[in-house]
């Protein structure tokens, strides 16, 4: 039985050590292949560098002249300010819908969630062309400003504030607490939690957001990073695709993130299932 | 959505709950309400983006449904959504049970982020470097075998490395889903199934997966809902310029290139019928959902 018991154990290690290997491999493939010059990653494209340089990323970062640099820092402008204002309207929207009682209330919400099925990539079209007579394509407010009213984030606030007691509230008042005062002392504060994975959702899902800006912006100086990496293999078109180029693009948009993942892991696993199961 | 108005408490002063909705209200309607039905009028019209639009009736949507390449793509997108949904489904979560399991617990530390890492890293970048992976010259298994197998080129293989993509990144949110649903599933349960003599197999087929299926059905519904709207993957991997083939292009590619050849109707059009997709499959599931739960 106890010897079963090892080979079970074995056998379950090395399975998991597998699922390991295939999640880290391309990673792997992409950083390793960023220090690798075009000869080398042409004929050792799987396996370790044999003299890593970081000449690629000092070429990356002169390519029209710094215009990676410049849209790696749109990226992580437009994301933060976007997160930050779609927190905020969800927290405001989303303290009233679970914690007031008001005429039409729960019709309102209803309707918003129904709304849920229609997909984003419908009013590509309709808001192309509102954008063009208004003059916003090409500005950083159109990639900013039409993202703030999210109702996945509405949704999440609400369940979760809709566990806060109403005997907190009502304390508050009693102490001379005006409502607005009550949101910001007591409701944002004990909300924190579920702000902060909240905030990791909506900051990947800008980083990776492609179809809405690329259809959105032609000047190369306003689009964020991700719009960019994919046209990298068209410069210097005269020799082959520099792929390595290319993957130190990709490394660019991945380490930082990694590493900010590898620090706050809690914060990250905890905002996958606080979508999932407490929907 | 319950009956339970009586949660809550009133305003200080009545209007005071409207303050706190208007800003989202406001820039919902603005910016996804009156775009949505702005989209639904012109689907019935002709525009070219400027002049005047000449209305047409159901014109567009008609072309759309004669058009047999509207119809490759909406197969392309449920080819992806499918054939990455069920590996994806199924690795998660045979991960997430060994990961539980007596033998692995005390290292989940390790394997959890390490497994969900593939989540982390950038879309746009993840299809980037499997083009290289799968490169036909350069690529990692080109090399390995010593030859190259046209996996960016020949059509019916260009769908398996999309599917490989979708599933390899997919697979580390479902399997951090799945362990908090088998969390729940207290040990007790499991140890009193044990005694009673059910073997290792068969208490995972009779009690954990039961007990998992709301979360299972969960996964399928959120899983749907976004593979439909898939467009980065395959375009990045398998275009040089976000022109793949037609075989193989997803169907949000039909209002990209709508809108790109100036056909805004068109590409209207197009948002509707999938929004119309997308309200069959979810009351299919609602049905679907219905009778599990009776079940």
Redesign the interface.
């Known amino acids: 039985m106890n010897k079963r018991?090892t080979i079970?154990?074995i056998f379950?290690?090395i399975?998991?050590l597998a699922?390991?290997f295939?999640?880290?491999y391309?990673?792997f493939?992409?950083v390793s292949?960023s220090l690798k010059s075009a000869n080398e990653?042409?004929?050792?494209?799987?396996g370790f560098p044999h003299e890593p340089s970081l000449e690629n990323f000092r070429r990356l970062f002169t390519v029209n002249s710094g215009l990676i640099l410049r849209t790696f820092f749109n990226s992580i402008f437009v994301s933060a300010t976007s997160t930050l204002l779609i927190v905020a309207?969800?927290c405001?929207?989303g303290?009233?819908?679970?914690?007031?009682?008001?005429r039409g209330?729960?019709t309102?919400?209803?309707l918003?969630?129904m709304?849920m099925?229609?997909?984003?990539?419908?009013?590509?079209?309709?808001?192309?062309?509102?954008y063009?007579k208004l003059d916003w394509l090409n500005t950083y407010k159109v990639q900013i400003?039409?993202?703030?009213?999210n109702?996945f984030a509405?949704f999440l606030m609400r369940q979760y504030m809709?566990t806060i007691p109403?005997s907190l509230?009502?304390a508050a008042?009693i102490d001379g607490a005006?409502?607005f005062t009550v949101?910001r002392r007591i409701i944002i504060p004990t909300s924190t939690p579920s702000i902060g994975a909240l905030a990791i959702l909506q900051f990947?899902s800008k980083?990776?957001e492609?179809?809405y800006p690329?259809?959105m912006l032609t000047d190369e100086e306003l689009m964020p990073i991700?719009v960019i990496?994919?046209t990298l293999?068209?410069i210097e078109s005269a020799r082959s695709v520099p792929?390595e180029l290319?993957?130190a693009?990709?490394?660019l948009?991945?380490v930082p993130?990694?590493i900010v993942?590898?620090i706050f892991?809690n914060k990250?696993?905890s905002s996958?299932?606080l979508g999932?199961?407490k929907? | 959505m319950s009956k339970r108005i009586q949660h809550g408490i009133k305003g200080q002063k009545p209007f005071i709950p409207y303050l706190f909705i208007l800003p989202f209200l406001i820039f919902y309607a603005i910016f996804f309400l009156y775009p949505a039905f702005y989209s639904l009028v012109l689907s019935f019209f002709r525009y070219k983006g400027y002049g005047g639009a000449s209305f047409i009736g159901f014109k567009n949507y008609e072309n759309l449904l004669k058009y047999g390449t509207m119809w490759d793509c909406l197969g392309n997108t449920f080819f992806y959504f499918i054939f990455s949904f069920i590996p994806t489904m199924l690795f998660s979560f045979i991960l997430a049970l060994l990961v539980r399991s007596r033998s692995a617990r005390r290292f989940q530390f390790i394997y959890k982020p390490v497994i969900f890492l593939p989540q982390v890293c950038a879309v746009v970048a993840c299809s980037l470097c499997f083009k290289i992976i799968f490169g036909e010259r350069v690529g990692v298994f080109s090399q390995i075998l010593g030859k190259s197998i046209p996996f960016l080129s020949d059509t019916s293989l260009m769908r398996l490395v999309v599917v490989i993509l979708l599933t390899w990144r997919g697979i580390g949110w479902y399997f951090i889903i799945f362990l908090s649903g088998l969390t729940t599933i207290s040990d007790d349960i499991i140890e009193a199934a044990t005694i009673d003599g059910s073997g290792t197999i068969s208490t995972v087929f009779r009690i954990t997966v039961p007990m998992m299926k709301p979360t299972f059905m969960l996964a399928f519904i959120t899983n749907a809902i976004g593979s439909l709207k898939i467009y980065t993957e395959p375009n990045l991997l398998l275009a040089q310029n976000y022109d793949p083939p037609m075989q193989v292009a997803p169907y949000i590619n039909l209002i990209v290139n709508s809108m790109g050849g100036g056909q805004f109707g068109m590409a209207c059009a197009a948002g509707w019928l999938l929004v119309i997709v997308i309200l069959i499959l979810t009351i299919l599931q609602l049905k679907f959902f219905g009778n599990g739960e009776e079940a």
């Open positions: 018991r079970t154990t379950v290690h399975v998991l699922a390991c295939i999640a880290i391309p990673v493939v992409m292949g990653l042409a004929i050792n494209a799987s309207v969800a405001l929207a303290f009233a819908f679970a914690k007031f009682r008001f209330r729960d309102i919400f209803f918003l969630l709304t099925m229609i997909p984003v990539e419908l009013n590509l079209t309709p808001l192309y062309l509102f063009a400003i039409p993202s703030m009213a109702v509405l809709v109403d509230i009502e008042r005006g409502d949101f990947l980083w990776n492609l179809i690329k259809t991700m990496l994919p293999n068209e792929w290319v993957l693009g990709c490394t948009v991945t993130l990694i993942f590898l892991q990250f696993l996958v299932t999932a199961v929907g």
